[in-house]
């Protein structure tokens, strides 16, 4: 051993310290809220941070090399873009609609399981986690407890605007599921063999889901139709919790911050229509007549009308309009109390 030796170890523990510092600061002001919640282990933290970034640097690189090449193989383009309506659907005919929220049951098991696999492989977890973090926002919107509010604890300045987007976005995932989760997961889990075979074999589905492009445009397909079509469907879907909690027309009267975004609603097959939904979760249809697009619904309508679901949940008219008529009481209070006010 040198006399040099204590010194070098000190240092490469102090660099290491440094690091973890520097590391902590930016997650916190970046992503996490406060670390009030648990962030999740090492490893997972990694397997996050990769699942993340490899697609964000794929796909620069591969219109890089598009453009450079001047072609891309249009067998790639047509798995990307039947790969982000399957599994698109996947997750809001799916996880969204019919597992978290029943609001319609198929008249065959095989075809529930197809529809979860569906989103299993759109990459966004397996579907209990899923289901079982979307219930907990639904009993806990925009207040403490929500997984993934853009308001809760964020400060109304730019920075603050700025945390709450990122968070809702894609720093939640950093953190623990909450008991309240934990418990929607067991319960679901316990309710569906599905489910369970679906949960215990996700990598594997999500590897098949990467790797299935390949079949048809080699390699092409699997940056494509695979990797980069991975980040397109998860960062819409997120844009449901952040976007759709921040920016866009409130219909219904609801008691959180749920808004109506007609762009989100266009890439995310009608998950977009989020006010809507937040008033009738249980609905199964978003958008209301065609100025609301909902892909979902216009699939959902095509499959009840061929008998393969049944038990179709739809709001009544007479609902609409007594939502409607609360958000319109509800924004003559606020005028008046503004009025006071001044
Ligand atoms: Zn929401
Ligand atoms: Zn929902």
Known sequence: MTPSAPTTGRSWASIGQRFQGVR????????HRSW??????????SAITVWMV???VTLPVALGYAVHRRSID???????AGGYVIAGLGV?????R????????TTSPRLEAIVLLAGAMAGQGPPSQWAGTHTTHHSHTDKPGDPHSPHVDFDDDWRGVLRGFVHAQVGWLYEEPSPTTTKHVERIRAGSATVRWIDDHYLAILGAGLLAPGLVAGWQGVVWGGVVRMLLVNHA?????????MYGQRRFETDDESRNNTFIALLTQGEGNHNKHHAFPKMAYHGIGWREYDLTAYVLRWAEARGLITDVVK?????????????????????ALAAVAD
């Open 315 to 335: 709001p009544t008219p007479v609902q609409i309009a007594e939502r409607i008529e609360r958000l319109r009481l509800a924004t003559e209070r606020r005028v």
């Open 54 to 56: 490899g697609p964000m």
């Open 98 to 105: 019919l597992l978290t929220h029943r609001s319609y049951r």
């Open 36 to 45: 009030s919640m648990p962030d999740r282990g090492a490893i997972k933290r």
């Open 237 to 245: 879907t997120f844009a449901v919790n952040s976007i759709c909690h």
């Open 74 to 80: 249009p067998r790639a383009v047509a798995a990307l």
């Open 92 to 96: 809001t005919a799916g996880y969204h």
């Open 24 to 31: 902590r600061t930016v997650l916190t002001s970046i992503t």
